[in-house]
């Protein structure tokens, strides 16, 4: 069922699924809704959250083990999102995103845990970045331009029904990430001497 709900989230929305689309999808008979999610809607938004999290975290961490530069980190982490929205012909785009949106700040419970969700993926990537030799602050900056962009990135190619977002942010991003990991391992012309 959350399997269900998420991708109903990220294709119609959190107000936009009722419960009974996530029953239907799922294929899940109709009580197990309520015993699986005595708390309804919310409970399972927080569930959706989670799961969705952790996979965006798994991502990062398999793309930081299969790249070597921060730039190919940036170009694979980026890319994923690029291919699955382009894959699902412009109808899917964040799942935690409409939570935010249509929810939040009305529900505590999931301000908090959509919160800890995106701050959970800035500090993954500001690590990984760190591993790929860029410096912590710019590190930390880039990994939020980064979850800043692909969130944009996936508004604005729904709408435009086009990667042409994704790719520039993708060029614009990996370019940042080269000039940083060019800093830290470029020797300045004053050194040694």
Same mark, same amino acid.
Request: glycine share 6%.
């Given at each position: ?5 998420? /991708? ?18 799922? &294929? &899940? ?5 309520? +015993? ?5 809607? !919310? ?24 790249? =070597?530069?921060?730039? =190919? ?7 994923? +999102? ?8 412009? $109808? #899917? ?8 949106? #249509? ?15 995106? /701050? ?6 500001? &690590? /990984?970045?760190? !591993?790929?030799?860029? @410096? ?6 880039? &990994? ?6 692909? !969130? ?5 190619? $729904?709408?435009? /029904?086009? @990667?042409? @977002? ?12 080269? $000039? ?6 470029? @020797?300045?012309?004053? =050194?040694?001497?």
């Amino acid at each position: 069922m959350i399997t269900a709900a998420r /991708r109903l989230f990220r294709e119609q929305g959190y107000l936009g699924t009722a419960l009974s689309d996530v029953v239907t999808e799922s &294929a &899940a008979p109709r009580g197990s809704m309520y +015993f699986h999610f005595p708390g309804g809607k !919310e409970e399972l938004a927080t569930e959706v959250t989670l799961l969705h999290g952790a996979d965006v975290i798994a991502h990062i961490n398999r793309v930081a083990g299969a790249t =070597e530069t921060a730039a =190919e980190f940036i170009r694979a982490f980026l890319g994923r +999102f690029r291919d699955e929205i382009v894959a699902s012909d412009y $109808r #899917e785009g964040c799942a935690v995103a409409p939570i935010v949106i #249509e929810s939040t700040p009305t529900s505590a419970s999931l301000s908090a845990v959509t919160q800890r969700a995106f /701050r959970d993926l800035v500090a993954t990537l500001t &690590a /990984r970045l760190e !591993e790929k030799a860029v @410096p912590h602050e710019s590190a930390k900056a880039l &990994a939020l331009n980064t979850v800043t962009s692909m !969130e944009g990135a996936l508004i604005v190619s $729904r709408v435009l /029904r086009s @990667p042409e @977002p994704f790719d520039t942010a993708i060029t614009a991003l990996a370019d940042i990430a080269q $000039r940083c990991h060019e800093t830290v391992t470029t @020797p300045l012309a004053w =050194e040694g001497h």
